[in-house]
């Protein structure tokens, strides 16, 4: 493994928006211009103390951070491993941590002049969190989903209606979440002397997979101090569902120095990596480049994007950040992948077990974490990112029992 | 850099000699139908063309509007990737050793097929360029040194939101001509403006004396004459495909698809020719003058 130095984290990305060989601005001329400006206004914001208050506070009374870390004792203990720890993330205001990056991009948008938001979404959390933002700050919102997802997530469609929003179904490609981010940069190439696109994930072209991860590295922050406060230590392993990424890297990103604490990304195996049937990049895939940045590709040997599958509509995705390649090469954060049956059992049991019901994507995470914990000695701490709520979920849970509602 | 002796710079010559602009269709390799592309390229070179943009397909053609991206879809069902577009390229250079083909596609098919291979399969084949949408200059390094290797020309987009000082740059790295994109959008778009293509065609003429074609919202002779009123090419694109496409949905064969694809490159000819060759001239500044009002309807 690379060691990586704070000198190194201080470096990366480079001004090109380079994670090593990944990451970059692989996009049309037309968006140039106002990448351009994004970076150059995230450079000087990121430094302004002013800009830093006014984000802090909206998270503090908007989103109602911090977030707990909360010990799950009687999951814990039927395990029968390692101490687990969620990070409450589920709790924020619109259900995930999703609502962290908008509120900061809002912020971005506010300070640029644009008064019409854009958004991509796969399960709409993203488009929930984009769609509330947009409503208090009186701004234009348009969320691009894939119809297959429409159908999917019916209920995150309906709040993003009534927070004001339009959804706009998309009907190219495989209809879900890249085939809407195609059409959000259709929109933004179109539209972008008076929009700002909020991309929902560490993806895309720089400098969004930095400025995203640094939204949502408060996630981490807050978990690095609950964890010295509660437990006296770090933790020893960390655990986040990795779609785009940015749940984790949020989670990760202030931990990567410390050596000592291991970092588990779980990608969705869908039917099992070996059937081809899932959305696991990292696990699976090969370098390419796809909408706006270098990373790992589901991609067949033509450079043609594969179909993913995956239970879960926010992870159902053929790339992932840049950030997470980076860190995958560096063998800094250990890539594995859980297929859709135990997601679903670990969705069940954590429910029964902690009254807690986990988005199913966030279930990928807790899969994981059911197997990793019993490897681990009781003095031992798991933090997993219990990333977002599953009552969006309930449908295709209750589909997937046999059960009509 | 404009060094190269290719047949992408020998056309332009050619034509500027003669006072007149490049008429550049563009097709999708292997859409309407699998075999109608090389025929097709034969018959546009009859009918007018002088330069062919072949695009290849890609599963997120995100600078494509609507009948594009259907064109993409629909080639990919019918299985053609990168391999047989170059394939392509080679059998149409069979019998037409002049007229220049540029492929134009998106950066993965080109990174999954390795920036070396490319760049020898697509000279075997007697490729002159390629136009890789979302490789701007930036990220193109690695690819050029291979491109220049072989002779190929890569060719760059400028586009609306393109700052003066970044068309230097893009200049400085563009070889064969440049390509200005007539507006904020995607292919096929419909708010072509023609001052705004004026203003910025002199621009680009401030940094190069490569030739500037301009594409994007061209549909017909009256968009190509007007537009030709200042630039040295004119691409049309999604009004072909278009037609081919519904010519193939009501049924028709290869042969009445290549007859109304020849009959439209033909009326856009027709359109551009009917601009004087007052500005046909491509070097740099003599096009701030012109006045695109006058442009004649074919």
Redesign the interface.
Known sequence: MNQITTDLLATTPDAAGRFGDYGGRYVSETLIAALDELDSLYNRLSQDPDFQREFDEDLAHYVGRPSPLYEARRWSEKLGGARIFFKREDLNHTGAHKVNNTVGQALLAKHMGKQRIIAETGAGQHGVASATIAARLGMECHVFMGEEDVHRQSLNVYRMKLLGAEVVPVTSGTRTLKDAMNEAMRDWVTNVDNTFYIIGTVAGPAPYPRLVRDFQSVIGREARAQSLAMTGKLPDALVACVGGGSNAIGLFYPFLSDQDVAMYGVEAGGDGLATGRHAAPLSAGTPGVLHGNKTYLMQDEDGQILHTHSVSAGLDYPGVGPEHAWLKDMGRVEYVAADDEETLAAFHEVTRTEGIMPALETAHALAYTARLAPTMGRDQIIVVNLSGRGDKDINTVARLDGIEL | MTDNNGRIARRFAELSAAGRRAVIPYLVAGDPLRDISVPLMHRLVEAGADIIELGVP?????????TI?RGH?RA?DKGV???DALAMVAEFRRNDADTPVLLMG????????GFDCFAERASEAGLDALLT????P??VEALNTHLKRVGLDNI????????PE?VEK?TEVATGFVYY?SL???TG?GHLDVDSVTEHVALIRRYTTLPVAVGFGIKDAESAAKVAQAADGVVVGSALVQLMADRAAAGDGEQAILDAAAALVAEIRSGVDSVGDSVGDSVGGSVAGADADKAGTA
């Open positions: 890609f599963s997120d053609p995100m600078a494509e509007g609507p991206q879809e990919l990737r990168l391999r998106y950066a993965n098919p080109v990174v999954g097929m949408v979302d490789m701007p930036e990220e760059f987009l400028v586009a609306p939101t393109t700052p970044r893009i994109v904020k959008g995607v778009a």
